[in-house]
């Protein structure tokens, strides 16, 4: 069965980095999209961007754009957000969400992982 | 700035019918913005409900449904379930961006 698994929770200081690890399983990995969404604490849910595990190309959103990065390591299935230059705006729960092409389209949001929290606070 | 308007918030009886709609600031919603519709309950991830406007997942209640009503995307929930009460969110398709609908909290009472 289709699983996305989330690395755990994260506590960071402002100005540090963090990397969200994303670990797909039950299906051939670069066979679809992978999005990655943001929820603040109370708030709705913000797209943020997705990578072509085929390719390994990013397209970011806007606003989310310098500090955030997404990459794969298609070895073990993985996908990974990295934030640098963290704020305490950052402080939020970070989902992945695999997407299913059509052409160049994402046309569905299927699976979602648990979401990882990550808290930026000195 | 684009943004996707969804009602804040709805109540429907037990067994009963309600309809959620999301707007597009940039005109009518069509079947070209791909719409999808997702449900999440407190603590838990989202939950895929309805994609490209009508289409269902497999794991989908047939009590959910997708179209377009009046220049928007739409969610109908007929026969509506306690266990229905939830956040609704849409999403639309720009052309390589997506943006979320602000959500709608629909309560079952």
């Known amino acids: 069965q289709v699983q996305l698994v989330q690395s755990g929770s994260e506590l960071k200081e402002p100005g540090a980095s963090v990397k969200v690890s994303c670990k797909a399983s039950g299906y051939t990995f670069t066979d679809f999209a992978m999005n990655w969404v943001r929820q603040a604490p109370g708030q709705g849910l913000e797209w943020m961007g997705w990578?072509?595990?085929?390719?390994?190309?990013?397209t970011y959103a806007q606003g989310f754009t310098g500090r955030f990065v997404f990459s794969l390591d298609t070895s073990v299935s993985t996908a990974y957000l990295q934030i640098s230059s963290l704020k305490a705006e950052d402080t939020a729960v970070y989902y992945c969400?695999?997407?299913?092409?059509?052409?160049?389209?994402?046309?569905?949001?299927?699976?979602w992982g648990q979401g990882t929290l990550v808290t930026v606070s000195s | 700035q684009t943004v996707v308007t969804q009602e804040p918030s709805l109540t429907v009886s037990p067994g009963g019918t309600v309809t959620l709609t999301c707007a597009s600031s940039t005109g009518a919603v069509t079947s070209g913005y791909y719409p999808n519709w997702f449900q999440q309950k407190p603590g838990q991830a989202p939950r895929a409900l309805i994609y490209s406007t009508s289409k269902k997942h497999s794991w989908t209640p047939a009590r959910f449904s997708g179209s377009l009503l009046g220049g928007k995307a739409a969610l109908t929930l007929s026969g509506v379930q306690p266990e229905d009460e939830a956040e609704y969110y849409c999403l639309l398709y720009y052309g390589g961006a997506r943006v979320f609908g602000g959500g709608t909290k629909l309560t079952v009472l």
């Open positions: 969400a695999r997407g299913v092409l059509s052409g160049v389209v994402i046309i569905r949001y299927d699976y």
């Open positions: 990578i072509n595990t085929s390719t390994g190309n990013p």
